[in-house]
């Protein structure tokens, strides 16, 4: 996924560029007028617009308005078993934990992953472990907040190999974002700003 991904940026720059060289192919007299008009008013719409300023609140209000605060959660005292159950029958490949009655509390994150490395390869029972036992502690996770852009989300999910991050704000959670939801929030940027280049190039600005 993260490799797609890094291949769809860079040939999203190709793909801009190939649309340029068609003006200038198509009405090379027109190319002066045209460029310098393109090069003073279209970076700043597209930096205004575009995915470079695409924010994780961005991506949590796309979700719905449910995505704020209505993240899946497990306790440290709940069973490895509730917690891969609760996965499988939400279709997610995370849950955020928090210790019991503090649900507002990060206390760490149990994904998959975690499940098939601390479990499964090691011949532990999972309903007889703590979700606590084999989480990813707080304090080494890797977390954003509201304000953090996609692109520099994107960065660190690819970076460290995760396809979950957390949303924290003041010390409290959020919500959740995927790998998945980067990648459409990027994908779906991406396409606007073509759009955009497009409609600059028949006239639409």
């Known amino acids: 996924m993260q490799g797609a991904l890094r291949s769809f940026l860079s040939n999203g720059n190709v793909i801009k560029n190939a649309v340029l060289q068609r003006v200038r192919m198509v009405n090379p007299l027109l190319q002066p007028a045209a460029f310098s008009r393109f090069e003073s008013v279209t970076p700043a719409r597209i930096e205004e617009h575009g995915f470079e300023s695409t924010t994780i609140s961005d991506i949590l209000q796309g979700k719905g308005k449910g995505a704020d605060g209505s993240w899946l959660w497990c306790t440290t005292d709940d069973t490895v078993y509730e917690a891969v159950k609760s996965m499988t029958q939400n279709n997610v490949g995370a849950l955020v934990v928090v210790k019991p009655g503090e649900e507002k509390s990060i206390a760490g994150i149990i994904t998959e992953r975690d499940y098939l490395r601390k479990i499964i390869v090691q011949g532990r029972s999972s ?21 953090t852009k996609v692109l520099r989300a994107m960065q660190l999910m690819t970076d460290n190999r995760i396809r979950h991050i957390p949303v924290i704000s003041d010390k409290e959670m959020l919500g959740m974002v995927s790998i998945g939801d980067v990648v459409r929030a990027v994908v ?3 396409r606007q700003e073509l759009d955009r280049l497009n409609a600059y190039i028949q006239g639409g600005y």
Do not use: A, F, R, Y
Request: charged share 35%; aromatic share 0%; net charge negative.
């Open 127 to 147: 309903k007889s472990t703590k979700v606590g036992d084999i989480m990813t502690e707080e304090n080494k996770l890797i977390t954003v907040t509201p304000d």
């Open 188 to 190: 779906g940027e991406h």
